[in-house]
């Protein structure tokens, strides 16, 4: 009896302290509510320890590309410029190749480096990302049928505080 007590108080605190490597990282970044939120919506984030959570975050950026890159060639597919033919086709194809370039290039080597132990340099391709995607943005003003430009805000602004939170193993 007095052992299971024990083993629920171990677990309790256990749990609590993971709770709070997610709160102290977040206090650390530009957005706390951003970084939160993330963390605790992805049912990976538990019970891992600052690395773990700079982990997660990466991978929510490679999903975030992806799932640019899976909008964009739905649109191409369902082709439905209706009046802007060409500037919204180019506009897609811009976005295309910018994304992929941004998954392949600057998210993936993010991983890389910060795999192994590269946290400067992790975080320095994380952030270029961010600045990359003003190529498909601007690629995108005059199409008023897709408009990418939200987008690709909310990444250039969600890896920022990706790099927040490798910052915090430094
Ligand atoms: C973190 O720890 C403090 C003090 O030990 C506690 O009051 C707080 O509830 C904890 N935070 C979380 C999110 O569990
Ligand atoms: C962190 O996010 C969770 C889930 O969205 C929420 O329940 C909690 O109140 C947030 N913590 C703070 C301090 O805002
Ligand atoms: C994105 O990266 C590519 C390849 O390095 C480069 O050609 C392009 O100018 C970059 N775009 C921006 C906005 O930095
Ligand atoms: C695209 O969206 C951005 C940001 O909301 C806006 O500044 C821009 O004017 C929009 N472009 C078009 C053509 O709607
Ligand atoms: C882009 O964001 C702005 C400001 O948040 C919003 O008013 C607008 O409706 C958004 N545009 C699209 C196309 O989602």
């Known amino acids: ?69 899976v909008y964009v060639k739905q649109m191409m597919i369902e082709n439905k410029f209706s009046d802007c033919r060409s500037v919204c086709k180019e506009c897609l194809q811009v976005c295309d190749k910018n994304y992929n370039f941004i998954l392949h290039y600057f998210v993936l080597n993010a991983i890389k480096y910060f795999e192994v132990d590269m946290y400067h340099d992790a975080t320095f391709a994380i952030g270029l990302s961010g600045l990359n995607v003003s190529t498909c943005a601007d690629a995108c003003v005059k199409c008023n049928t897709f408009n990418l430009t939200n987008r690709s805000n909310e990444y250039a602004y969600f890896v920022l505080v990706v790099g927040d939170v490798i910052d915090f193993l430094y």
Do not use: W
């Open 1 to 69: 009896m007095e052992k299971k007590l024990l083993l629920f108080i171990f677990f309790h605190l256990l749990n609590n302290s993971s709770a709070n490597v997610t709160d102290s990282v977040c206090k650390a970044t530009q957005d706390y509510k951003l970084c939160n939120e993330s963390l605790t919506s992805n049912p990976y984030s538990a019970d891992e320890d600052a690395k773990g959570l700079a982990r997660v975050m990466l991978y929510m950026a490679l999903h975030k590309t992806t799932h640019i890159i």
